[in-house]
């Protein structure tokens, strides 16, 4: 088993930054050999969409509204998960959630194909 926990969030003025964390335990191979690692965030009232994900290689994938703003990494061990969030937005408002995927190996922004899930961090950004 695999236990993810975000870290980070907060308020930020709009065209700030933060830094999102997240932190996986549990099976260390699990957690190693994860096939994709990603973010995902959902503001009131939407649906729950796909931001940038990460593959075992280190390929990325972004979301377009998020492209050349957001870079997700990890650290070498594999067991931190990273978003680095730039030039924020009012509409990057959102509760953010990490996830991760031991059943595909492609940096997929399907939220059904990730079966590890964080509680979320929320992320505010104001005018």
């Known amino acids: 088993q695999v236990q993810l926990v975000e870290s980070g969030g907060g308020s930020v003025q709009a065209g700030g930054s933060l830094r999102l964390s997240c932190a996986a335990s549990g099976s260390a191979y699990s957690i190693y050999y994860m096939g994709s690692m990603g973010w995902f965030r959902q503001a009131p009232g939407k649906e729950r969409e796909g931001v940038a994900a990460?593959?075992?290689?280190?390929?990325?994938n972004y979301a377009d509204s998020v492209k050349g703003r957001f870079t997700i990494s990890q650290n070498n061990a594999k067991n931190t998960l990273y978003l680095q969030m730039n030039s924020l937005k009012p509409e990057d408002t959102a509760m953010y959630y990490c996830?991760?995927?031991?059943?595909?190996?492609?940096?997929?922004?399907?939220?059904?194909?990730?079966?590890?899930w964080g509680q979320g961090t929320q992320v505010t950004v104001s005018s």
């Open positions: 996830a991760g995927s031991s059943t595909v190996v492609r940096g997929t922004l399907n939220q059904y194909e990730y079966n590890y």
């Open positions: 990460i593959e075992h290689d280190g390929t990325t």
